[in-house]
């Protein structure tokens, strides 16, 4: 299983193809993110808030609109303005001279929100398949689960045929038959159990891509290797490279530009306005000119200026107690990464072996009547345990290591 592929994929923005049916072929990690990352609908608003972004700030590009009206004056009053043969018709066209740089202004904000965006979108890949490689991994897990659950079951019921043509032989007392018969309802229930576990672990995997029943019949990776970690002092160079890291950079810079965008506003706009005027009375027409100037835009402007400074202050902040936890998050993980991996290898290299030999020890002297079922019963127990925490500790090992690919994923990392 190549986790940092996994999210290699996410970053590259990479999708697979959702194959319809049952997958008659295991499925395979970067089969599943492919499949994830293709049809997860919160990637669908994550590109449709993109494409909305885009548009805003296309629209806000737009330099100010011109405008059309007109007015009719002195008609229908009384004595010699009565009626319309002493009106005044104007008609204009007008249109807001923009001063101080807002439209770069606005255009330099609307750029930065959209790259803000497309880092938010970054972000939900990268959780999307590190959510589905986790989801992943507990399937496989639990196919090993079941597999050493059904292997018990094999044994129990081996042993409990043996101790019946034992205690029919006067050999063995008959408790130890209702001892060998517990043996296999408690293997029975377990393999019920995992099973059970089994299909809810693949029913959370399909819905990573939206599919509400499985479409695999199983998964293949290699849970057994234990892929390697960099060194702790290089995943953490890492840190402010990730797209989560950079969101505080990119809100600075959108707050930023929004301060441009009210420091431009300090400086008031000229509404300019030019038509034509019919006096009816007269039977002539004239050119006429408006000009307006709001007042009051530099007081308003300090406040939307105060404000930004604030917003900027406030990032700064939560960027440093951001920084700080990563670190500390990251440095945990990696503690529990390699306790992880020597419990996998302490369980693998010495318990295991041990008490595969000890279970055999035990069975050849229950089998020549030198030991007593509970004895050998409890070698047994002690075996199928060991492989039950070895199978929990290597799918921690694995989810940390997602995890960990995920607090350092990197947007460079484009290519596998």
Not at 220 to 245: H, I, K, N, S
Request: glycine content about 6%; overall charge negative; proline content about 4%.
């Amino acid at each position: 299983m190549n986790l940092r592929f996994a999210l290699v994929l996410a970053l590259a923005g990479t999708c697979g193809v959702a194959l319809p049916g049952l997958a008659a072929e295991p499925l395979r990690l970067h089969e599943a993110v492919s499949r994830a990352l293709a049809s997860n609908p919160s990637l669908t608003a994550e590109t449709q808030e993109l494409r909305a972004t885009e548009a805003r700030a296309r629209r806000e590009a737009l330099p100010t609109p011109y405008t059309v009206g007109g007015e009719v004056e002195n008609f229908g009053g009384t004595g010699s303005l009565s009626g319309v043969g002493s009106s005044e018709t104007t008609l204009r066209i007008g249109r807001v001279l923009e001063l101080g740089g807002k439209r770069a202004a606005r255009e330099a904000l609307g750029a930065a929100e959209v790259t803000r965006q497309q880092n938010r979108a970054d972000v939900a890949r990268i959780e999307i398949a590190s959510r589905t490689a986790t989801r992943f991994i507990d399937v496989v897990s639990d196919q090993e689960r079941l597999a050493f659950a059904k292997r018990r079951l094999e044994l129990a019921e081996r042993t409990r045929r043996e101790v019946a043509s034992w205690v029919n032989a006067a050999r063995n007392p008959d408790s130890d038959l209702r001892a060998a018969e517990i043996a296999v309802a408690e293997a029975e229930l377990e393999v019920e159990n995992v099973q059970h576990e089994l299909l809810t672990a693949k029913m959370a995997l399909a819905s990573s891509w939206g599919a509400l029943t499985p479409d695999f019949e199983s998964v293949q990776g290699d849970f057994d290797a234990l892929p390697p970690v960099e060194e702790f002092e290089d995943l953490v160079t890492r840190l402010p490279m990730t797209p989560e890291q950079r969101s505080a950079i990119l809100d600075a810079e959108a707050i930023a530009a929004r301060r441009r965008v009210a420091e431009a506003s300090a400086k008031p706009d000229v509404n300019v306005s030019l038509g034509v005027r019919r006096m009816e009375g007269l039977d002539d027409q004239g050119l006429v000119m408006a000009v307006t100037v709001p007042l009051g835009n530099r007081k308003r402007a300090s406040f939307s200026i105060a404000e930004a400074d604030a917003q900027l202050a406030a990032v700064e902040a939560r960027r440093q107690a951001q920084q700080y936890e990563r670190h500390q998050e990251l440095f945990a993980r990696y503690q529990e990464l390699g306790h992880a991996r020597h419990e996998v290898e302490v369980l693998k290299t010495s318990m295991i072996p041990k008490a595969e030999q000890a279970l055999a020890t035990t069975r050849r002297g229950f089998e020549e009547g030198r030991f007593a079922f509970f004895v050998f019963a409890q070698a047994q127990g002690t075996l199928f345990d060991l492989l039950a925490r070895s199978v929990e500790a290597t799918a921690r090992y694995h989810a940390l290591l997602v995890e960990i690919e995920r607090l350092t994923a990197a947007a460079q990392d484009t290519a596998p």
